[in-house]
């Protein structure tokens, strides 16, 4: 059973990381892809990142290896609040939604490592 104090994280973890897979997906597909490219770098690698994270919280319970989720969700709020300041220069709906999941997923990870 997951403990109920990475519940909030996990969950923004996993929204944080399909909003920026989305957004990925779409930005391959605009007219314009090269314009795009730090934006789908930085989703994937958000993406990643947050899925690790949740997957680590996920694990974690009960172990006692707690040290490595608060290391996991400090490097994740770091690449999130990057994603995030990416998205937000793109004026794609879709990249607005992925930096408002990513704000949202850096403040549950900041949270959860402090």
Do not use: P, W
Not at 26 to 45: E, G, K, P, S, Y
Not at 78 to 86: D, L, P, V
């Amino acid at each position: 059973m997951i403990e109920e104090k990475f519940t909030n994280c996990i969950a923004a973890c996993y929204r944080c990381a399909d909003a920026c897979d989305h957004c990925a997906t779409l930005c391959l597909r605009n007219d314009q892809v090269q314009t795009m490219a730090a934006c789908i770098h930085l989703d994937r690698f958000c993406a990643d990142a947050c899925r690790m994270a949740a997957s680590f919280m996920a694990k974690s319970s009960g172990t006692g290896h707690e040290g490595y989720v608060v290391q996991l969700c400090d490097l994740c709020a770091q690449i999130c609040n990057e994603c995030a300041e990416e998205c937000q220069k793109h004026d794609n709906e879709h990249c607005k939604a992925c930096a408002e999941a990513c704000r949202a997923c850096a403040e549950a990870c900041r949270t959860m490592a402090a």
